[in-house]
């Protein structure tokens, strides 16, 4: 479950005074906020604990995350030589997540890793609105009216993504999910002209890894199908899509992620049962199921209501062995 860090007291006991992206550069950080939801609730999985804004920020972006606003970035890209001027990715301003993962990898045993990274969309609509925006319509302008730029930039932060996601695993990543948060904002037809191709590129390049890819996006019912063409075993699935949809969306034999709506723990607890029930029986027709809320942990989430949450969850029959 993504961010259930957030909802526990032992995570803000350990951010007390520590920049979210500082704890994200500290390997002792990483490890013990990645394990925490892992001890609290048992999840069969654990997801590093990072930001998709991290990679860029390792490479020298000045960059920061704001508290109660998001990613903010201090010069925005307008043109090609703010492009031209993309550092390239090197691994070596990275090797706390490295070592960071190979930590991890030994404590949680059996329990296996996911690691991830931000799609080139997602990311550039950061670095081109300069933060968080709901409209990205300075991102479509130069999508649109400086085709070359919007290609160079969108070349450079796929291999970024890719050679982030290569760090991950070669430390010890088990599966890796790219997220493309905000493609839902997108047309099908500008998503699959100026988004699917370097996407795919970022699944291309990791292919040789051989570790399940994931694909997940915010709002993006119209374009799973396109989605799912970028080279993935695993569609992830907000709230919005009941799965026994989505599996007609998707490519034949991809497992489906997702998708019980976050702000349903708040609901009673006969409700939360009866909607996970419905959750799990759309995702019985698909060849294979990750159960996880629809996009992450909200911070006032109750953990008890987490933890009676997967224990009911582990409760079902699995409809796959193993
Ligand atoms: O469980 C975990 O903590 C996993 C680590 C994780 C992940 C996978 C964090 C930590 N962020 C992300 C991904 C991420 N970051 C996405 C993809 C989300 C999705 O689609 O589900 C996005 C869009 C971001 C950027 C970001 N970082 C935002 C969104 C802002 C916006 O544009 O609306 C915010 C608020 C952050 C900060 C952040 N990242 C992570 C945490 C725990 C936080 C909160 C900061 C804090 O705890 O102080």
Not at 89 to 109: I, N, P, Q, Y
């Amino acid at each position: 479950m993504r961010q259930a860090g957030r909802s526990l007291p032992e995570y803000r006991a350990l951010r007390q005074g520590v920049a979210m992206l500082d704890a994200c550069m500290r390997a002792d950080l990483i490890i013990e906020i990645t394990l925490q939801p892992v001890r609290r609730y048992g999840v069969d999985a654990a997801i590093l604990f990072s930001d998709i804004v991290l990679p860029l920020k390792a490479l020298g972006f000045d960059l920061d995350i704001v508290p109660g606003v998001g990613p903010v970035i201090a010069e925005p890209i307008t043109d090609s030589a703010a492009v031209a001027a993309i550092p390239t990715f090197d691994a070596a301003r990275v090797d706390f997540v490295a070592e960071a993962v190979a930590g991890l990898v030994s404590e949680l045993g059996s329990t296996p890793l996911i690691g991830f990274a931000g799609a080139p969309y997602t990311l550039a609509s950061y670095l081109i609105e300069g933060g968080p925006s709901k409209e990205h319509a300075k991102t479509k302008a130069l999508m649109h009216g400086a085709p070359d730029v919007w290609r160079a930039l969108m070349e450079r932060l796929a291999v970024i993504s890719a050679e982030f996601l290569r760090v991950q695993v070669e430390a010890g990543a088990a599966a890796v999910q790219l997220f493309d948060s905000w493609a839902g904002g997108l047309s099908p037809h500008d998503y699959r002209t100026h988004v699917l191709p370097h996407s795919a590129a970022v699944f291309a390049d990791i292919a040789d890894l051989g570790v399940p890819r994931i694909h997940f996006g915010v709002a993006t019912g119209e374009l799973l199908a396109d989605m799912s063409t970028a080279g993935v075993e695993v569609m992830g699935v907000d709230w919005r899509v009941p799965l026994d949809r989505a599996v007609d969306r998707v490519q034949p034999g991809q497992a489906l992620q997702g998708n019980l709506d976050s702000t349903l723990v708040f609901a009673p607890w006969d409700v939360i049962e009866s909607e996970t029930l419905r959750v799990l029986e759309a995702g019985r027709l698909a060849p294979g199921h990750i159960f996880n809320l629809g996009h992450g942990v909200l911070p006032d989430t109750d953990p008890d209501v987490l933890a009676r949450l997967v224990d009911f969850i582990h409760s079902q029959e699995s409809p796959v062995e193993g």
